[in-house]
């Protein structure tokens, strides 16, 4: 039985608004709750550029592995947890307590005993993770053709963290969703409101996201730099009476992130309105909160996805309904300081992943 590993590494953040930096990890000695995982890979969030650009504190002190998006091998494992052992998994964004009062009554993403790696400890930019041996997400082997366990690391936040907010929105067969902003989360966002039967509106900045989103999903694909919110509400409404929901009020999620995205997800609501905040900037918008209750509307965030939802999220993948390949691109985890100023950026366009190099290893 393997009960530590020795030569880890990764990159780590060591002040706010400095590149990340190369940085050995010290011998990895899982207790008798937790496990080190081999990261196959680990996604780029816009809330690893939060921390390293945008002045958003970790609850861990830097320096700090960041990276939350983690699929890989475990291991080594505590006595507790050696089921898991040679196990592929899907490391949870937001790793709950599942004992405190919020996990009691279902809130588990509000768990304040919470452990997300690249926040409360190192995380995913690595070779391996030191983590918690709950809420892990097992990954059915051997994989479909054409997937990969390093491609279903986007489940871990990009995809569980929409299909979350759509899960709670209610969403079936007879609504209206409109995603605002499908790149590296809304396009997963438009792939699940279609496989539950949704029509769906894909509204972004960028045409060659839209073609994409348009190809995966998306019944209506509307430009917002060349289009007014008063054109877009038309556009919208034209949409849902063609396609004859009966659903009362859009389900709008707003995935962009910006805070032109959160402008118009707001100002696209219509009575019975439902509108769920996924992306996440640090700069505020100016809203006329009103028309939430002018609207009899709802506003909704959510803080990733509780673990006991992965494996549907998961399964959205396996089944094929949901295509992760045209939604990611690959980089070796040594790019990360680039890669997180490029994601910082936006100059990518998909979701990146950085995959760590393992060949040289010898356990
Ligand atoms: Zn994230
Ligand atoms: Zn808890």
Redesign the pocket.
């Known amino acids: 039985m393997v009960n530590s590993i020795q030569g880890a590494y990764g990159f780590q953040l060591s002040a706010s608004n400095t590149p990340l930096q190369p940085c050995e990890l010290p011998v990895l000695h899982p207790g008798p709750d937790e496990l080190v995982v081999q990261v196959a890979g680990c996604g780029v969030c816009h809330t690893d550029v939060g921390f390293a650009f945008d002045g958003v504190p970790t609850r861990h002190p830097l320096p700090l592995v960041l990276g939350h998006e983690i699929s890989g091998r475990v291991v080594a494992a505590g006595e507790k947890a050696s089921d898991w052992l040679g196990r592929s998994v899907i490391v949870p964004a937001v790793i ?9 009554v279902g809130r ?1 993403t509000i ?4 452990f997300m790696p690249g926040n409360d400890g190192h995380g995913g930019f690595a070779s391996h993770v030191l983590i918690p041996a709950r809420g892990l997400c097992a990954v059915p082997e051997p994989l479909p053709s054409g997937l990969t366990l390093e491609m279903l690391s986007v489940i871990a936040d990009a995809v569980s963290t929409p299909y979350e907010a759509i899960r709670r929105s209610g969403l079936r067969q007879e609504d209206v969703a409109v995603i605002i902003g499908v790149g590296g989360v809304g396009g997963f966002g438009v792939q699940i409101a279609a496989a539950l039967g949704a029509a769906v509106v894909a509204i972004d900045v960028d045409r060659e996201r839209l073609d994409l989103a348009s190809r995966h999903g998306a019944g209506l694909v509307l430009d917002a730099s060349s289009t007014d919110l008063k054109s877009l509400k038309v556009a919208v409404r034209t949409f849902s009476k063609e396609s004859a929901r009966k659903g009362i009020g859009l389900k709008i999620f707003e995935m962009s992130g910006t805070p032109a995205g959160q402008t118009t997800a707001f100002g696209l609501l219509d009575h019975g309105a439902y509108l769920a905040v996924v992306g996440f900037t640090p700069r505020p918008v100016e809203l006329r909160l009103s028309n939430l209750m002018a609207f009899d509307a709802t506003a909704r965030g959510n803080w990733g996805c509780p673990p006991d939802q992965y494996p549907a999220a998961l399964k959205l993948v396996l089944e094929g309904k949901v295509a992760l390949a045209p939604f990611i691109e690959f980089h070796a985890l040594e790019e990360a300081p680039a890669i997180l100023d490029a994601v910082a950026r936006h100059a990518l366009r998909h979701r990146v992943v950085l995959k760590p190099d393992h060949s040289k290893e010898n356990h």
């Open positions: 709950p307590c599942g004992s405190c009062p919020a996990c009691r588990a768990c304040r005993q919470q």
